[in-house]
Every structure is written in C-alpha cells, then in structure tokens.
C-alpha cells in the first residue's frame, strides 16, 4: 500500500532531516511510529499524508509515484487516507457533528446516509452530549476525539494518528486503542505515532523507532 525507498527530506539547504528511509506499509497492517522528540515522527507522517515531498528518493502510495501525480489528483488520493493532527485542525464555525460529517459531506453523501454513524461514532468517543457545540468550546482532549471520529466516519484505507491519546485519560486512551485495532480488524492499515510505551505494549504491533533522521524497524 505504501513504499519508501531512499527517501531523505531537508528543509531549504540544511541537513536532513529524514535521510535512507525504506520501509513498506502492507495493507491491514498496524505498526506504532516512535522516537524522541525531534526525531522526525511528524514530519514522516506528513510525508505518508503527501502534504510533504521528499527531497529524494521514491515513495510510492497506492501503487502510484507520488512523484508522477498531478497536483489535482492529490487531494482525491488524500480522501482514501484518514489522518489525527496534533493541532486538530477543526472548523471553529461548524459544530462537532458537522465537523465528523465533513468528509462524508465533501464526497456528496446525503445526511440521511450517515447521520446516525456520525451520531454512534461521537457517542463512542464520549461526545454524545456535545454533538452540537462549537469547538472554540471544546476542551483539548475533546478536540482531539473529534478529530478522531472525523479521521475514522469514512473507513479510510490508511489512518495516520499523531500523538492521537495525548490529550485524554487512560480509561479513554484504551476506549481510542480499542477504537483503532476494530478499524485494522476490519481491513483499515494503522500507523499511529506516540510517545506512550505502555500504549505500545497493549498491541502486538510493529514499532517504527525514529531516531536522528533515520529509521530501525522491529516486528
């Protein structure tokens, strides 16, 4: 499903920042993306995401180049991918519901169609009760499990989370990681970037360590 080869990133003329990542992502997989701060965790999942392109080497997503696709067609790649930010990037003029209906909206679904997902999902992160409040009144743990539920309401084929239980307790931290292995059970290929060992250690997972750019892979 996805393909690293060679691939090193510099910002401007100084040095890498990721350099010689080769590594694949096979379809219903799952695998934790880890390392110290600064290593890189971010900037890889935004190469995953294509928001970024290497500076060189090949990557390869849904068997195509990504080097090779027309900027036009990125943002219909991107739809088969469901991402976490760690800044959110919520709609502060929608409420939580339309913010989790979004995707569903910009592929031309009826609301009849999905309401009512969109309504379980929020009650599974435990929204329920705010499914129709703006997110400037959010706190930041609930920012960040409507980000969840906005990354998960299409089954996407890929989901990258960044640091996705970092703003919430462990009673819901284990609700989310449940959240998670459901989706890969059912065919959704998993990275999901964090700091949290003991998070690591509830799954039997692949761990990606990052560490000064580059990449060690332990099945």
């Known amino acids: 499903m996805i393909h690293f080869e060679n691939v090193g990133l510099r910002y401007g003329m100084g040095p890498e920042v990721l350099r ?3 590594f694949d992502i096979p379809k219903r997989s799952f ?8 290593a890189g965790k971010t900037t890889l999942m935004r190469l995953l995401f294509m928001s970024l ?6 990557i390869r997503m849904f068997d195509r180049d990504i080097s090779m696709i027309p900027g036009e067609e990125l943002p219909l790649l991107r739809r088969r991918i469901g991402i976490v930010f760690q800044d959110f ?16 909206r910009v592929r031309g679904k009826d609301e009849a169609s999905y309401r009512s997902d969109v309504i379980e999902l929020l009650k599974w992160v435990g929204l329920g009760e705010r499914i129709n409040v703006l997110p400037p009144v959010l706190s930041g743990g609930e920012k960040q499990r409507v980000a969840i539920a906005r990354a998960l309401i299409d089954q996407p084929e890929i989901l990258l989370a960044d640091e996705p ?3 919430v307790d462990p009673p819901m931290a284990q609700r989310l990681l449940n959240l998670f292995t459901e989706l890969n059970r059912l065919g959704t290929a998993v990275v ?3 700091h949290d060992l003991s998070l690591m250690d509830r799954v039997d997972a692949r761990r990606m360590i990052l560490s000064e750019g580059r990449l060690d892979i332990y099945d």
């Open 192 to 194: 999901i970037a964090t």
């Open 89 to 104: 990037r919520l709609l502060d003029h929608m409420t939580t519901y339309e913010n989790v209906a979004l995707p569903l």
């Open 165 to 167: 239980t970092g703003n």
């Open 20 to 22: 010689d990542l080769t």
């Open 31 to 38: 695998q934790f993306l880890t390392g110290p701060s600064g």
């Open 53 to 58: 392109k290497p500076t060189r080497g090949l």
